[in-house]
Antibody, heavy 121, light 111 residues
Framework: DVQLAESGGGLVQPAGSLRLSCIAS????????MTWVRQAPGKGLEAVAQIKQDGSKEHYVDSVKGRFTISRDNAKKTLYLQMDSLRVEDTGVYYCARAWGEEVATEHDLWGQGTLVTVSP | QSLLTQPPSVSAAPGQRITISCSGS????????VSWYQHVPGTAPKLLIYDNNKRPSGISDRFSASKSGTSATLAITGLQTGDEADYYC????????????FGGGTKLTVL
């Protein structure tokens, strides 16, 4: 089956760290951009970070720059999001998503089921 | 505040037609393809439209979309109760270092 499966979410205190993983199966992982998208409680979707097929380009939303790092291991077909200096406002469901495109990401056609990150004292 | 502006909510009766607007700028919608997503909270978002107006396989032709300049529009005809969800537009924003952006989302209520 073609799918994405996130893991690594949980409860963490402010200023703490978490590492999310997203394992891909059923498709050529190295051929796609990948994005981490989050939804905070009562809020909309927010693209947190994107990474190009070969890992040569990374893009971040301003609110996570310097705190989050997106990476990928194409041999393991796995996407990562290292989250440091976590804040209460980072709480939400984190989805990984596959995106088409070459120099820029375009449509996101495959999504995981999400993993919940809760940042609380 | 998202770079893409959508109305917070829209509502209509079953069978009717609605449109959802997505307003951006020359650095995002004006310069890149737009896609649209349907999201029921707690589930995985679903791609409805890509490349401004194309439907993926399996998406009903009740969903259509268009783009003009720095704005895009999603239309849903023959509304069904199962269409109740949040709808998001998305595109690449080419300003500064670039990044993918979503609109703020529009909650569709089928009365």
């Amino acid at each position: 089956d073609v799918q994405l499966a996130e893991s690594g979410g949980g409860l963490v205190q402010p200023a703490g760290s978490l590492r999310l993983s997203c394992i891909a199966s059923g498709f050529t992982f190295s051929a796609y951009w990948m994005t981490w998208v989050r939804q905070a409680p009562g809020k909309g979707l927010e693209a947190v970070a994107q990474i190009k097929q070969d890992g040569s380009k990374e893009h971040y939303v301003d609110s996570v720059k310097g705190r989050f790092t997106i990476s990928r291991d194409n041999a393991k077909k796995t996407l990562y999001l290292q989250m440091d200096s976590l804040r209460v406002e980072d709480t939400g469901v984190y989805y990984c998503a596959r995106a088409w495109g070459e120099e820029v990401a375009t449509e996101h056609d495959l999504w995981g089921q999400g993993t919940l990150v809760t940042v609380s004292p | 505040q998202s770079l893409l502006t959508q109305p917070p909510s829209v509502s209509a009766a079953p069978g009717q037609r609605i449109t959802i607007s997505c307003s951006g700028s020359s650095s995002n919608i004006g310069d890149n393809y737009v896609s649209w997503y349907q999201h029921v909270p707690g589930t995985a978002p679903k791609l409805l439209i890509y490349d401004n107006n194309k439907r993926p396989s399996g998406i009903s032709d009740r969903f259509s979309a268009s783009k003009s300049g720095t704005s895009a529009t999603l239309a849903i005809t023959g509304l069904q109760t199962g269409d109740e969800a949040d709808y998001y537009c998305g595109t690449w924003d080419s300003s500064l270092n670039g990044a993918w952006v979503f609109g703020g989302g529009t909650k569709l209520t089928v009365l």
